[in-house]
């Protein structure tokens, strides 16, 4: 699984976009990116994949730069109980389907 | 629908103990894993399950064990506790559907300590 790389901490206003960015630059054509995120004490919550398109559900928007070495997680409007660790992961669609989580990045939002 | 439930919350150990951590989900699902999560760390994974009866080795499996007897449970043993098996214990079960769902849920986690 492709390593990935992000900021150890960000911050942003309430009621701000929150733009998470992540390295990828060694994945391969066949991973899939992965966003979870987990608040505090709480088990991990996922929010979005992507593979080569961006993506938009209800949580949040995924854009991969289209030689797909980095990806950026979107909150269009960041709430107080968005504040979280946010994990980017590069997965392989194999057998095991294992998430490998890094240290991930802790998102503040600020009141 | 209970989701994924875990038992028990809190645990605390003496060194050489052994106790089992149940997992059990309600979704139908496969796919089975067993995490810990150290102080400010990400979580890794320990042991997984891709069906009844089968079980698989992780990142970190040394001193634990695992059966997957009932498609709904998942269990993890330690069979002689160590302070270094102090964590944060996630379970987790994956849903899979054709053409878009791919989702691992976790459950709420066993906080074990060992004196």
């Known amino acids: 699984d492709a390593k990935t790389t992000q900021p150890t901490s960000m911050d942003c206003a309430e009621g701000r976009a929150a733009n998470l960015p992540c390295n990828h630059s060694t994945i391969s054509g066949n991973e899939y990116v992965y966003w979870y995120r987990q608040i505090h004490s709480q088990g991990p919550q996922y929010i979005i994949h992507?593979?080569?398109n961006n993506e938009t559900n209800e949580m949040a928007s995924l854009i991969i730069t289209e030689d797909r070495k980095s990806s950026t997680l979107i909150l269009p409007h960041a709430t107080l109980r968005d504040t979280a660790v946010y994990y980017c992961i590069a997965m392989y669609m194999d057998s095991s389907y294992k998430l490998i989580f890094g240290s991930g990045t802790r998102l503040l939002v600020r009141p | 629908n209970a989701g994924v439930t875990q038992t028990p919350k809190f645990r605390v150990l003496k060194t050489g103990q052994s106790m089992t951590l149940l997992c059990a989900q309600d979704?139908?699902?496969?796919?089975m894993y067993w995490y810990r999560q150290d102080p400010g760390m990400g979580l890794r994974l320990i042991h997984y399950s891709v069906g009844e009866g089968t079980t698989a080795k992780g990142e970190v499996p040394d001193g634990y064990n695992v059966s997957r007897l009932k498609k709904q449970n998942f269990l993890l043993g330690l069979e002689s506790a160590a302070p270094s098996q102090t964590s944060v214990y996630f379970c987790?079960?994956?849903?899979?559907?054709?053409?878009?769902?791919?989702?691992?849920?976790f459950g709420p986690g066993t906080r074990l300590t060992v004196l």
């Open positions: 992507g593979l080569k």
């Open positions: 979704m139908n699902h496969e796919y």
């Open positions: 987790a079960s994956r849903e899979y559907l054709a053409g878009g769902t791919d989702t691992q849920y």
